[in-house]
C-alpha cells in the first residue's frame, strides 16, 4: 500500500521552524517584510494570495497588500514595483501570475530586484540556479525537493522523469534534481512513447495541467510520485494531474491532492522571504 506523503504536515514543519527564525530576526531587531501585489480579480489567485498572507501571518512575517483593479496600466504597475524596489523596508516582492492581458509579464517579473525576488522568477536567479550559484529558486519545485527529502527519498543515482516543461515548475524542477545528482528527463506535450518513458521513472514528478491524466500505466512498480497538478472537479472536488485511485497499489509514495505540492509552495515561499533579509 502505498505511503501518502504529507505536504500539509512538512509544511507545518517547516513554518514552525522559520517562525523561530523570524523570532530571532525579531530580537535583532530585523523586521520580514512581503509586498503581496495582486491585479485583477481572478478568483483562483485571490485564494492563492490569501493563504500566501495568512502563511506570513502565522510566522510573524508583515505582510503589505496592493489589490489593484484589472484597469491598472503596466506602467502604473511597473511604478509601484520601481516604488518597493527602492523601499529598505521591504524584503520581498511577489506579484501573483496570470497577470491582465494587457500588462507584460515578462516585464514585470524583469522589474522587480533580483535580491527581492522571492518568487525566484527573475532571469537573473534562473541563470544562478542553473549554474549552481545562490540565488532564490522557484517555490514549487524547491517544496518538491523538501518533500523528497524529509521523506527519506533518496535522488541520488535515481531516473527522475518531470512532465511539464513550464518556468515555474518544469524546468526548475529538472535544474534541481540534477543539482541533487538524480539522471533527468523533461517531458512535454510533444514528447513520443511519454508512458514508456514515465516507466523508467524512480520519481515521476507530473506537472502536467490535466486532471487525473496519470494513470497506472505510466507508473513502475515502486516509484514515487509527485503530484503538481490541481483541479476543481464536476462534483466540487479536487484532483491532481494524477489518477490517485489507479496508481496506488503501484507506488511506493505519493502526494495527495489537496495536501501534498500546494502548501509546500507557501513554505518555501516563507523560507525565501527569511532568506532575503537573512542574504
Ligand atoms: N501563479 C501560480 N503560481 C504562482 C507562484 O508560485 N507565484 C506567483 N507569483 N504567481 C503564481
Same mark, same amino acid.
Given at each position: 500500500?502505498?505511503?501518502?506523503?504529507?505536504?500539509?504536515?512538512?509544511?507545518?514543519?517547516?513554518?514552525?521552524?522559520?517562525?523561530?527564525?523570524?523570532?530571532?530576526?525579531?530580537?535583532?531587531?530585523?523586521?520580514?517584510?512581503?509586498?503581496?501585489?495582486?491585479?485583477?480579480?481572478d478568483p483562483a489567485s485571490a485564494v492563492y494570495v490569501k493563504n500566501k498572507k495568512k502563511a506570513c501571518e502565522y510566522i510573524g512575517i508583515?505582510?503589505?497588500?496592493?489589490?489593484?483593479? @484589472?484597469?491598472?496600466?503596466?506602467?502604473?504597475?511597473?511604478?509601484? %514595483?520601481?516604488?518597493?524596489?527602492?523601499?529598505?523596508?521591504?524584503?520581498? %516582492?511577489?506579484?501573483?501570475?496570470p497577470l491582465p492581458r494587457h500588462i507584460d509579464e515578462k516585464k514585470v517579473i524583469r522589474t522587480i530586484s533580483p535580491k527581492k525576488d522571492?518568487?525566484?522568477?527573475?532571469?537573473?536567479?534562473?541563470? @544562478?540556479?542553473?549554474?549552481?550559484?545562490?540565488?532564490?529558486?522557484?517555490?514549487?519545485? @524547491?517544496?518538491?525537493?523538501?518533500?523528497?527529502?524529509?521523506?527519506?527519498?533518496?535522488?541520488?543515482?535515481?531516473?527522475?522523469?518531470?512532465?511539464?516543461?513550464?518556468?515555474?515548475?518544469?524546468?526548475?524542477?529538472?535544474?534541481?534534481?540534477?543539482?541533487?545528482?538524480?539522471?533527468?528527463?523533461?517531458?512535454?506535450?510533444?514528447?513520443?512513447?511519454?508512458?514508456?518513458?514515465?516507466?523508467? @521513472?524512480?520519481?515521476?514528478?507530473?506537472?502536467?495541467?490535466?486532471?487525473?491524466? %496519470?494513470?497506472?500505466?505510466? %507508473?513502475?512498480?515502486?516509484?514515487?510520485?509527485?503530484?503538481?497538478?490541481?483541479?476543481?472537479?464536476?462534483?466540487?472536488?479536487?484532483?491532481?494531474?494524477?489518477?490517485?485511485?489507479?496508481?496506488?497499489?503501484?507506488?511506493?509514495?505519493?502526494?495527495?491532492v489537496p495536501g501534498g505540492v500546494g502548501p509546500m509552495t507557501i513554505a518555501m515561499l516563507m523560507y525565501n522571504c527569511i532568506a532575503s533579509?537573512?542574504?
Amino acid at each position: 500500500m502505498a505511503e501518502l506523503i504529507d505536504g500539509k504536515k512538512i509544511s507545518t514543519d517547516i513554518k514552525d521552524e522559520l517562525k523561530e527564525e523570524v523570532s530571532k530576526l525579531k530580537a535583532e531587531g530585523r523586521e520580514v517584510t512581503l509586498a503581496v501585489i495582486l491585479v485583477g480579480d481572478d478568483p483562483a489567485s485571490a485564494v492563492y494570495v490569501k493563504n500566501k498572507k495568512k502563511a506570513c501571518e502565522y510566522i510573524g512575517i508583515k505582510s503589505l497588500s496592493y489589490e489593484l483593479p @484589472a484597469e491598472t496600466t503596466e506602467d502604473e504597475l511597473l511604478e509601484l %514595483i520601481e516604488k518597493l524596489n527602492g523601499d529598505d523596508t521591504v524584503n520581498g %516582492i511577489l506579484v501573483q501570475l496570470p497577470l491582465p492581458r494587457h500588462i507584460d509579464e515578462k516585464k514585470v517579473i524583469r522589474t522587480i530586484s533580483p535580491k527581492k525576488d522571492v518568487d525566484g522568477f527573475h532571469p537573473e536567479n534562473v541563470g @544562478a540556479l542553473l549554474i549552481g550559484e545562490p540565488g532564490f529558486v522557484s517555490c514549487t519545485p @524547491a517544496g518538491i525537493i523538501e518533500l523528497l527529502k524529509r521523506s527519506n527519498v533518496e535522488i541520488e543515482g535515481k531516473e527522475c522523469v518531470v512532465i511539464g516543461r513550464s518556468n515555474i515548475v518544469g524546468k526548475p524542477m529538472g535544474v534541481l534534481l540534477l543539482r541533487e545528482n538524480g539522471t533527468v528527463t523533461i517531458a512535454h506535450s510533444r514528447t513520443k512513447n511519454l508512458k514508456e518513458i514515465c516507466k523508467r @521513472a524512480d520519481i515521476l514528478v507530473a506537472a502536467v495541467g490535466k486532471p487525473k491524466m %496519470i494513470t497506472a500505466e505510466y %507508473i513502475k512498480e515502486g516509484a514515487v510520485v509527485i503530484d503538481v497538478g490541481i483541479h476543481r472537479m464536476d462534483n466540487g472536488k479536487l484532483c491532481g494531474d494524477v489518477d490517485l485511485d489507479d496508481v496506488e497499489s503501484h507506488v511506493s509514495k505519493i502526494t495527495p491532492v489537496p495536501g501534498g505540492v500546494g502548501p509546500m509552495t507557501i513554505a518555501m515561499l516563507m523560507y525565501n522571504c527569511i532568506a532575503s533579509v537573512r542574504g
